[in-house]
C-alpha cells in the first residue's frame, strides 16, 4: 500500500491516495480542493481510481467530489449515517454558507465493518461519530486515516449541529487507541502534524482524559 498525503484546499484538508502497487488501483480519501493536483499525481503514477472515499460529509471534505467523480469514475463512498444526515435539506442549507460545491449523491453507503477493497489492498470500516453522526475512520494495518474524529494531539470538533463530544471520545478510546500501538494516524487536518500514531497519541493527547 502506498500513501500519498496532500494538503488541498482553503480548510487545510488532508487528502490522500492510497493504492495498491501491484494493482495501480486507488482510492482518494477526502478531496476538500485542488483537484488538478490530486488528477496529476494519479496521471502521472498511472492510477486507477476506483473510490472516492469521505470519512465523515462535511463541505470541505466533499468539494472535490464532483470533479473526480467526472474525470475518473469513481464510486463515493461515505457512511450511512452522514448519507442520511447530509441529505437533509435543513443540514445542507446550514453549510451551504461556506460556499464549496456539494458532492454528488453517495454510490455505496458503508457501516461498521465493512470492507472497501482496491486492488490487493482493504480498509475496514471503524465508525466514530461525534464529529459527524457518520463519522468514521479507515483501518489497514499499519495505517489509519482517522478524519477529523483524531488529530495530532487533538479531536475533531463537535460544535457543529450532530456533534457530541462523548460519542467522539468513547468511539475513539474504544476503536482506535485499542489498536496496535505502531499504527501510523494519518488525520483529516494537520493542525498539530501531519502524521502521528496510536501509541502516541494514547500517551500525549489531552483530550483522551475527558
Known amino acids: ?28 480519501i477526502d478531496p476538500g480542493g485542488d483537484e488538478d493536483i490530486i488528477l496529476e499525481y494519479c496521471k502521472t503514477n498511472d492510477l486507477k481510481v476506483v473510490y472516492i472515499i469521505n470519512t465523515h460529509g462535511h463541505p470541505d ?22 448519507v442520511a444526515y447530509f441529505g437533509d435539506q435543513r443540514i445542507k442549507d446550514y453549510f451551504s454558507s461556506l460556499g464549496m460545491p456539494e458532492s454528488p449523491p453517495v ?5 461498521e ?7 490487493k489492498e482493504q480498509f475496514t470500516v471503524l465508525h466514530t461519530p461525534g464529529h459527524t453522526p457518520g463519522g468514521m475512520c479507515l483501518y489497514s494495518p ?12 487533538a479531536v475533531g470538533r463537535s460544535d457543529f449541529p ?10 475513539i478510546k474504544s476503536k482506535l487507541i485499542t489498536l496496535p500501538t505502531d499504527t501510523i494516524v494519518w ?23 475527558l
Not at 471534505?61 to 450511512?80: D, E, F, P, Y
Not at 501531519?194 to 493527547?205: D, F, H, P, V
Open 1 to 28: 500500500m502506498l500513501v500519498k498525503q496532500l494538503t488541498v484546499g482553503m480548510m487545510g484538508v488532508c487528502c490522500y491516495i492510497v493504492s495498491c502497487e501491484q494493482t495501480k488501483e486507488a482510492v482518494i
Open 61 to 82: 471534505h466533499v468539494c472535490g467530489n464532483a470533479r473526480l467523480q467526472q474525470a475518473t469514475g469513481a464510486k463515493i463512498v461515505m457512511h450511512s449515517e452522514d
Open 107 to 111: 454510490d455505496l453507503a458503508v457501516v
Open 113 to 119: 465493518g465493512d470492507v472497501v477493497t482496491f486492488g
Open 142 to 153: 499499519p495505517h489509519c486515516f482517522t478524519g477529523d474524529t483524531l488529530f495530532v494531539g
Open 162 to 171: 450532530g456533534g457530541s463530544m462523548r460519542q467522539m471520545i468513547d468511539g
Open 187 to 209: 488525520p483529516g487536518h494537520g493542525y498539530g502534524g501531519l502524521q502521528s500514531t496510536i501509541g502516541r497519541e494514547a500517551r500525549t493527547n489531552p483530550y483522551l482524559d
